[in-house]
Each structure stands twice: as C-alpha cells, then as structure tokens.
C-alpha cells in the first residue's frame, strides 16, 4: 500500500495538531483561537524539522532527485506540482528520507540553494531542524497543559518565535540578494517563495504577542488558561 506525498504531509500535520487541540480540551474543556493557530503552526515546524535533516543526512539522495524533478519539467514544461504533490511513497516508507528528500529536491526548482552546502538558505533549515525540535515540542506542551510557568514558558517563545521571524526575513532577503528571484517567474517567486514562507513570518508574530504577554501576565491567561 502507498499514499501520496501531500496526503502524507497534511496527514501527518492534522494528528499533531489534533493531539494538541485535543489534549488541551482533555484537560482543560475549552479551546482558545491562538492556541490552535500555534498548534497547527508547531505541528508544521515538527514535520519541517524531520525533513530538514535530510538535508544533512541525505544530501546525495536529494542532488539525485532534484535532477529528476528538473529534467521532468524541461519534458512538459510547466511545473510538476501535480506529480510531486501526487509522488506515491510505500507506507512501510513513510518515515524514511525519502519524503523529505522529495520536498527539497522538488523546491531546487525555485531555489537552488537547497543542494549546495554553502548557501544560507541550506544551513539555516539544517540549524531549524536539529535546535528548534526539543524546544518546539516543550512550548508545544506547555502551551497546552500549562506546565511550565508562565514566565518561563513566554521566555522560551521569545527565543524561538523571534529567531524564527529573523532567521526567515533573512533568508527572504537573501534569496533577492542573490539574484535567485530572476531565474524564476513572478508567480513562482510568490507561490514556492513567499507562500511556504509565509508560515514562519506570520504565525511567529502571534507567537510573539501571546510570548510576551506571559511574561507580562505572569500567567497563561492569554491562552484562556490560569
């Protein structure tokens, strides 16, 4: 049996996220909007940081298909977004690299910076993916359960929602600094670019607000938690 790559990644983002949703409405019997919002976002950047150690890890496999990738859209020229999205992975499979390795070979088609070890749009998702995973997941907790005080949990998302809102915006400013915006059209530049970026530029502000109103608060009424 196989599933298809979008259905795997949307998949796996929906039971993080209802696991969260969930486990706070367990505990706590309500909900409140910035915490699902958070949820969803936590959810994706736990996906993200598996994935990006393949960067690392697997770096051969990706040179490997992203030349794949690149030499199926020189045969139909457009963009295989259909086929990626649709790429069948065994479900024995599911949690090796070939998944990610697909991701990062297939977005080589907007950036090609993902194949080359000196670029910092390379070294900045491999530094997301082996830091930001443990302390993802305890604000993640604390979030939900309210485990952690209030103050500490907001310094926790200080550090990490800013870095993510930095290290972001530098990356979007290196990629026009580059001159990579050039080699691809305006309609890619704002789908593959800024639209899967957007994720780490919008949801780290909110981020940052409830963040900062923990330590302000001293407690977790900002996410209708005391």
Not at 76 to 101: C, D, H, N
Not at 132 to 151: D, E, I, M, Q, R
Request: with cysteine; hydrophobic share 50%; aromatic share 16%.
């Amino acid at each position: 049996m196989t599933i298809r790559l979008g259905a795997l990644a949307i998949g796996v983002i929906v039971v993080l996220t209802a696991a969260g949703i969930g486990g706070r409405y367990w505990v706590h019997g309500h909900l409140n909007a910035s915490f699902c919002l958070l949820s969803l976002f936590f959810s994706t950047n736990l996906l993200i940081c598996y994935w990006e150690t393949c960067l690392i890890l697997h770096l051969d496999l990706i040179r490997q298909r992203a030349e794949y990738w690149h030499a199926r859209r020189e045969e139909t020229g457009r963009s295989p977004v259909v086929k990626f999205l649709t790429t069948e992975i065994p479900l024995t499979k599911i949690l090796s690299p070939q998944a990610g390795a697909d991701m990062w070979a297939y977005y080589t088609l907007y950036d090609g910076s993902y194949t080359d070890r000196r670029t910092y749009g390379f070294n900045i998702d491999i530094a997301n993916g082996f830091f930001t995973l443990v302390p993802t997941l305890v604000l993640y907790a604390a979030f939900t359960v309210a485990f952690l005080p209030a103050y500490v949990a907001g310094i926790l998302g200080v550090m990490l929602f800013w870095q993510w809102e930095y290290a972001t915006s530098v990356y979007m400013v290196s990629f026009y600094v580059a001159g990579r915006h050039k080699l691809i059209s305006r309609a890619d530049v704002a789908m593959y670019i800024w639209g899967s970026n957007a994720t780490w530029l919008l949801f780290p502000l909110l981020g940052l607000y409830v963040s900062i109103r923990l330590i302000v608060d001293g407690d977790y009424t900002v996410l209708s938690l005391r």
